[in-house]
């Protein structure tokens, strides 16, 4: 699907047709959905996948030997190099699956966290986060007394890199924001914010 213009610009009603729910009206007029924090709308494709697996397919994965079982692992596991190569992981072992962003910014806390941090190391998230990406780090901080420190956003929901760049010091072990605001709708730079935790030796 292309997703862009003949001029270059981002295609929104193009992308719109892709999901089935967003055709819908309410109250005489068209969808707009913007809680995908919470819960996201699925595409056509997805909608498709689904349906084929629970129709034709459905069984335990990683439980049984017969065929289903078998033929759906496959598939399963099939996924993980297709997401080590979206997000340029160096193998696909370094996937993990989970259900939702939730279970694995709490998986995270409780492993990484758990073992890695100490009274008195930083975390750095941003004021724009979701719950999911605040309450697991504050249950840290009451837990193990780690400081989890805030970077501002400013008027225009923009992150403000230079108190984020402030907030990284020698103390910080972690950074844990995110990159679109479900609530604004603005992006955080990532690639600066990495870039920068990054110089000063932070994962």
Same mark, same amino acid.
């Given at each position: 699907?292309?997703?862009?213009?003949?001029?270059g610009?981002?295609?929104?009603g193009? !992308?719109?047709?892709?999901f089935?729910?967003?055709g819908?009206?309410?109250?005489g007029?068209?969808?707009v959905?913007?809680d995908?924090g919470?819960?996201?709308q699925k595409?056509?494709s997805?909608?498709?996948?689904?349906?084929?697996?629970?129709?034709?397919?459905y069984?335990? !994965?990683h439980?049984?030997?017969?065929?289903?079982?078998?033929?759906?692992?496959d598939?399963?596991?099939g996924?993980r190099?297709?997401?080590?190569?979206l997000l340029?992981?160096?193998?696909e072992?370094n996937?993990?699956?989970?259900?939702?962003?939730?279970?694995?910014?709490?998986?995270?806390?409780a492993?990484?966290?758990?073992?890695?941090?100490?009274?008195g190391?930083?975390?750095?998230?941003?004021a724009?986060?979701?719950?999911?990406?605040? !309450?697991?780090?504050q249950?840290?901080?009451?837990e193990?007394?780690?400081?989890?420190?805030?970077?501002?956003?400013d008027?225009?929901g923009?992150?403000?890199?230079?108190?984020?760049?402030?907030?990284?010091?020698?103390?910080?072990?972690?950074v844990?924001?995110?990159h679109?605001?479900?609530?604004?709708?603005?992006?955080t730079?990532?690639?600066?914010?990495?870039?920068?935790?990054?110089?000063?030796?932070?994962?």
């Amino acid at each position: 699907m292309a997703c862009y213009n003949a001029d270059g610009g981002f295609d929104v009603g193009r !992308v719109r047709q892709d999901f089935p729910i967003l055709g819908c009206q309410i109250h005489g007029k068209p969808l707009v959905y913007f809680d995908s924090g919470a819960s996201a709308q699925k595409p056509r494709s997805v909608i498709d996948a689904m349906t084929e697996v629970l129709e034709d397919q459905y069984t335990n !994965v990683h439980r049984g030997a017969h065929y289903l079982s078998q033929t759906l692992t496959d598939r399963y596991e099939g996924v993980r190099g297709t997401i080590a190569r979206l997000l340029n992981a160096p193998h696909e072992d370094n996937v993990v699956i989970t259900r939702n962003t939730t279970e694995s910014i709490n998986l995270v806390a409780a492993t990484y966290g758990r073992t890695n941090l100490r009274a008195g190391d930083g975390i750095v998230i941003s004021a724009m986060e979701h719950h999911a990406n605040i !309450v697991p780090w504050q249950l840290l901080r009451d837990e193990l007394g780690i400081d989890l420190k805030v970077a501002p956003i400013d008027d225009r929901g923009v992150l403000d890199l230079d108190v984020y760049s402030m907030l990284l010091d020698q103390g910080t072990k972690l950074v844990a924001m995110t990159h679109c605001s479900n609530v604004l709708g603005s992006f955080t730079p990532a690639k600066d914010i990495v870039r920068l935790a990054h110089e000063r030796g932070i994962p």
